[in-house]
């Protein structure tokens, strides 16, 4: 017999709850769970998603454990440890580090199990986190208020303690930059520490934090999680990106941004990026220990719970609607996305509307074809899908929400340009117009030029702007689409875009003069190179060149060269005391677009004679 699992996020509970589902939703299920006396107060747990495989620090055992992906258990220490309390794993090699604060050490343990190594401290250690990127470890030390950046053969690089920090209880290393984010948990603060110790950056106390106990770095964009007087999300400069309610535990996965945690009521819960709600397993310690796999999405959960220790393996079913806004009568394409990580099979599929009045192409296959009934109200309907299947014979229920519009509600827009050819920075006058199926007003309008550079006067929002070309710069014509997105006033908002070609003329020629040839001189000729752009007639002649003069310095002026890109004046018969340097008249050269600008005046040199 079928039974339901207890890791289903419920429809009826969230609908009672008043949530909105979300089009495509979340149901996070129990992939595999260890049996019953196998873990003692798990305490600790990482997942290497190069493998998908999971160390555990069993301390009720003393042991340290090695699972694959399925459960099975590769590997178990045969001898004691005193207590380990943290578990990092290089995924680099596949070994992982561990903590053990009652034996005052760190040991390093390969892929196979066997210890490379053991790091003693002279406190009690009690998290760790390795980067995989040189191998080195962060630890800290709650009974010596230490924090420890030691390298992979033991080195000490760089160690902080009392009163910077103050019972640290947890680090989190960023491989992309070696940076490390610690919870300083005593002092009521977060920190964030450069690779090589630098404090790159400390949050306030109580009460931007009380107590912060775990702490979790998305390398992908260096961001942290932070659980302690809630849980924050913090961008890699500190800024506060979100904070939500009390949680224990933290693992942030760095393919998608999103976060695992463990709440303050005893639920794993999976937050997106910016802290909505994407999935919600049931049942936990509060001191449960989270660990994402990056490469599936999944997670790992070791719960210390005295009367129900275990590791559980979660993973996660989406259901979604494509689009997820149809027409009256409109289709849309159903699918479900199981990770099946066991290869176990998936079967007695359905699909159910209840009662909403659509069909499905059939209700007992896995990804559908769903007609919306007609909807023949003035506002749009929400249908709320349910789609059972079975999984290694536990029942899922995972709902997806599919919105309908109402019945003939179209918005043709239409747009002109007055007129369509404008020189370089011209303008335009713009005129838009709409007709609604509904008679309903036009609430906005909405005009771009798609990142053009151009405006629109008075704004881009009114329905028939003045709109100014951006300088053309190039040799050629330029072409800007404009785009007018018009909104309707109706009970049911729609809006429709129309596009015209604005054709923007080159500007006219430009032109730049040059530093002098010589910054100072007594007799010897100065010479300028002067050069244009867009050009196709270049005119400049001496008597178009102003020769800027302070003191008794004085010249003569002569212009040599040819083509339309550069003319060379020069300066000779140099005499006096003082600067000289020059100005262009405007129109020294052209092209079918305009005269070029005046120029100048030029930088100077210094006439040294005495």
Same mark, same amino acid.
């Given at each position: ?15 009672l709850a ?7 939703a ?29 160390w555990v ?29 943290? /578990?990092? =794993? *290089?995924?680099? @090699? !596949?070994?992982? &580090? #561990? $903590? ?5 050490? %760190?040991? +390093? ?18 998290s /760790?986190? =390795? *980067?995989?990127? @040189? !191998?080195?470890? &962060? #630890? $800290? ?5 230490? %924090?420890? +950046? ?20 947890? =680090? ?22 450069a ?52 949680a ?5 996965n ?44 999944s ?12 590791v ?7 259901a ?6 149809v ?18 099979s ?28 007609v ?7 929400t ?9 290694a ?18 918005l ?53 702007p ?104 020069t ?20 092209n ?19």
């Open positions: 017999m079928v039974r339901r699992s207890s890791f289903v996020v419920m429809l009826a509970t969230l609908l008043g949530m909105l589902l979300p089009a495509a979340e149901t996070v299920v129990m992939a595999w769970e260890s049996p019953s006396g196998e873990f003692i107060t798990p305490s600790s747990i990482s997942v290497n998603p190069s493998d998908g495989s999971c620090a069993d301390s009720g055992h003393a042991q340290v454990v090695h699972l694959a992906q399925d459960g099975t258990e590769l590997w178990r220490s045969s001898h004691m440890f005193a207590h380990p309390s943290s /578990v990092s =794993v *290089n995924t680099s @090699d !596949g070994s992982c &580090w #561990v $903590t053990l604060p009652y034996d005052h050490s %760190v040991i +390093h343990l390969a892929q196979d199990g066997s210890q490379q190594g053991r790091r003693t401290f002279g406190g009690d250690p009690v /760790v986190s =390795v *980067n995989p990127t @040189d !191998g080195s470890i &962060w #630890v $800290t030390d709650d009974d010596y208020f230490s %924090v420890h +950046h030691r390298a992979q053969d033991g080195r000490e690089l760089w160690r902080g303690g009392y009163p910077t920090f103050n019972c640290p209880l947890s =680090v989190s290393v960023n491989a992309t930059d070696g940076s490390c984010w610690v919870a300083d948990t005593y002092n009521n603060q977060v920190v964030h520490l690779q090589d110790g630098t404090e790159l950056w400390r949050s306030n106390g109580y009460p931007a934090f009380s107590y912060p106990s775990s702490v979790s770095v998305n390398p992908s964009d260096g961001s942290c999680w932070v659980t302690g007087g809630g849980i924050v999300h913090l961008a890699q400069d500190g800024t506060e990106l979100w904070r939500g309610a009390a224990s535990s933290i693992s942030a760095s393919t998608d941004g999103s976060c695992w945690i463990v709440s303050g009521n005893y639920n794993v819960i999976h937050l997106a990026q910016d802290g909505t709600e994407l999935g919600l397993a049931y049942s936990f310690s509060e001191l449960s220990s989270v660990s994402v796999n990056s490469a599936d999405g997670c790992w959960v070791a719960d210390p719970d005295p009367y129900f220790s275990r559980t393996h979660l993973a996660i079913v989406s979604s609607a494509t689009p997820t806004t027409a009256s009568g409109g289709t849309s394409s159903l699918s479900v996305s199981v990770t099946d990580l066991y290869s176990r998936i079967s007695n599929w359905f699909w159910s509307d209840d009662v909403a009045g659509g069909t499905f192409s059939s209700t007992t296959v896995q990804n559908p074809t769903y007609t919306a009934p909807n023949a109200t003035d506002n749009t309907s249908i709320v899908l349910n789609v059972f299947f079975e999984w014979g536990v029942g899922h229920n995972v709902p997806v929400v599919l919105t309908v519009e109402p019945v003939a509600h179209s043709s827009v239409t747009a002109s340009a007055t007129p369509t050819t404008v020189t370089s920075s011209g303008t335009s006058n713009l005129s838009a117009s709409a007709m609604d199926s509904h008679n309903h007003s036009i609430a906005t309008w909405v005009w771009s030029d798609g990142g053009g550079g151009g405006s629109f006067a008075p704004s881009a929002g009114v329905q028939n003045v709109y100014t070309a951006p300088i053309n710069t190039s040799g050629s014509n330029r072409s800007i689409t404009l785009t007018v997105t018009a909104t309707c006033a109706g009970p049911t908002p729609i809006s429709n875009s129309a596009s015209l070609t604005l054709t923007v003329l080159p500007g006219p020629p430009g032109v730049a003069i040059s530093a002098p040839s010589l910054s100072s001189t007594s007799r010897r000729s100065v010479s300028y190179t002067v050069t244009y752009t867009r050009a196709t007639s270049v005119t400049l002649k001496t008597a178009n060149v102003t020769l800027n003069k302070t003191g008794t310095a004085n010249g003569t002026i002569s212009v040599s060269g040819k083509g339309t890109t550069t003319r060379t004046v300066i000779s018969k140099i005499s006096g005391k003082g600067t000289l340097g020059i100005s262009l008249a405007a129109g020294t050269a052209s079918a677009n305009g005269s070029a600008p005046a120029a100048g005046p030029s930088a100077t040199f210094t006439v040294t004679n005495t």
